[in-house]
């Protein structure tokens, strides 16, 4: 997911804040970068292909040093390799304008060719030159940055979050546009900045306006004058961020993922405690749109999500069914979208997503609204594309989450799941106060419990088993149940930032293929709790045992972690929400092995934090 940045100042340099904002968004994920500025009546542009130090000793010359306006760009390549001529940002050919953009342009091939056949000669392989010389070519016919911005959105088809200044007309104007991968301003006393996430703002104000779909905004120091798509004045109200530079930052941790991780008690606390009243046995949302009636009209719900977020759909499936007695589908969101649901008025879709700006979450839960379902969300992120369009949302009081590797919002999403289920379940006479009261309760445990387990003493543990294990061929996860989302999430953590080859599966699959894999220098990790399963589970960590693979086990089942090489035990919980307890081990375990292979723990290879594109 692309990163954009952008500021204009009545006085001071307006570079080492748009450095600023860029490291701020680094966590989205990129492979270049770049910073255009307006000084001395031209337009300069630096561009790396890497990450933000290559394009910081570019700018050590110090020769964009007194600009007060300009924009900036990290890169997440989708139209042409990540090099530094398709870094952005883009100009056009006279040189006046530049423009940085987040998104898809889907007409840039017709655009292309209308250009080329008025003589541009296109530098690039990206979409994204196409706007830079279509701008260009409007200014050139007279109107200022805004008229040649909005000329330019007219031609275009596809979706766009873009920044453009320009040496013509008054130098401090910036202007900017969104139609769906969001943008926001911050204007503070002789400043105007944007960005593609706040994030990138929280240093200069946590007063942010988040611009809509179609909106056009021009930026002068200190003020900023917002059109909506009919080309109307529009007031966009300043949203109070909940967020401080502090909570955005990294403290004494070495990565944000540790960082996240052991936040993950407060989390639930803060996701789970002022839902609850345990006195009454009743679950309670202030988000609109989850009285007593909506839910209870609830016959079916149709899970959608993407990666991390769609393992939490099938734990949320297990709590829907088991504990409110609805039926729960779930399905990849990026598949959901091409095929053909039927589902009908008194289905729940519920998207489930961190970032709430995944392309294919968004576009699943678009379709099933089409089909007829309630469009439903849980998300972290309250400003986000799927927030703003659902009928009915659910946050997760995760906080930010800048690790590209989720972790403590696969915990929120686990838990607020578990209080929705108690909710429907409440609703429809599934379950009684009594029972509330009890599953409440647990809730309330599973705190200490989860903080116990993030104790520096299983860390350690965990790291020597890391130590062991860091160099193996490959690694099996294996869960049955609700823990088989588990085994997934577990086998996608290490997949993800140590670039092991990692795969989850049923235990109950294992003779059907997979054991075939097991011999020494394979691990198996399986995640084996007391409960109806446990002398299954341990059967099929004997067979693994007996071909030679090595065995690490994860959980509360005395006979299975008495069986294995290496063992994590976890305490014992509700089965509803054992799964935020045998998730913290493996987080921690991917963590371990990741920095003993020298990986980018917070920014993995080729992976965006949100990916908002197909
Ligand atoms: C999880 O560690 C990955 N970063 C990825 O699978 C992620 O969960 C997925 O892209 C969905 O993102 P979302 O929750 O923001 O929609």
Redesign the pocket.
Known sequence: MCGIVGAVLSEGAVLEGLLDGLRALEYRGYDSAGVAVGIEGGVSIRRQAGRLESLEQALADGALDGARIGIGHTRWATHGPPTEINAHPHTDAGGRVALVHNGIIENYLELREELCEEGVEFVSDTDTEVLAQLVGRYLGRGGDLAAAVRATLARVRGYYAIAALAIDGDGDTLVCARQGPPLCLGIVAGGAHLASDPLALVRHTREVVFLEDGDVAVLRPGSCEVTDGSGGAVERPAVLLEIDAEQAGRGSYPHFMLKEIHEQPDVLARTAFDRIDEVGGEVRFVEEGWEVERLRAIERVQLL?????RYACQVAAFQLEGLAGVPAEVDYASEFRYRSPCLSPDTLALA???????AD?LAALRLARELGARAGAICNVPESTLVREADCFLMTCAGPEIG???TK?FVSQIVTSYLLAVAVGRARGTLDPERVRGLLADLRLLRPRLAQLLSRETQERIAAIAERHHDVKGFLFLGRGIHYPVALEGA??LK?ISYMHAEGYPAGEMKHGPIALIEPGMTTVVIANKGPLAEKVRSNLEQVRARGGQVICVGSDPGSLALADETIEVPQATPWLAPVLSVAPLQLLAYEIALRRGCDIDKPRN?A???TVE
């Not at 999500?305 to 977020?309: E, F, H, Q, Y």
């Open positions: 999500a993407c990666g991390t977020a489930i997503s961190q970032s709430g700006e995944t979450t590209v590797a989720s919002a996608l953590k993800e992976l934090k949100s990916v």
